[in-house]
């Protein structure tokens, strides 16, 4: 199994905004709900964003708002459209299709500071 690929990320002003991709090479990507997680060290990994296959979206109360989840499945591409960028969203952001056994990709680092 081929892990997604995220890309994106990067650092950027308290306020700033980034937008993330998610490629997945799964052959019947339509299928599967797309997650966004977020890492930090010393911490597990936490659910932040997902979308399902008909396009129910949820987040974690502390992006509500702020985060935007979205899916492209002609690209087999999940985005992840962050504004507002706080401090606390500083993180590894990674994503997965949920349930289709995929192991986990590098991340993308995301680093909020002035």
């Known amino acids: 199994q081929v892990p997604p690929v995220e890309s994106g990320g990067g650092w950027v002003q308290p306020g700033g905004s980034l937008k993330l991709s998610c490629e997945a090479s799964?052959?019947?990507?339509?299928?599967?709900?797309v997650a966004w997680y977020r890492q930090t060290p010393g911490k597990q990994r936490e659910l932040v964003a997902s979308?399902?296959?008909?396009?129910?979206?949820n987040y974690t109360d502390s992006v509500k708002g702020r985060f935007t989840i979205s899916r492209d499945n002609s690209e087999k591409t999940g985005y992840l459209v962050m504004n507002n960028l706080k401090p606390e969203d500083t993180a590894v952001y990674y994503c997965?299709?949920?349930?289709?056994?995929?192991?986990w990709g590098q991340g993308t680092q995301v680093t909020v500071s002035s």
């Open positions: 997965n299709l949920l349930s289709a056994g995929i192991p």
């Open positions: 799964r052959s019947v990507f339509s299928i599967y709900t």
């Open positions: 979308i399902t296959r008909f396009y129910d979206t």
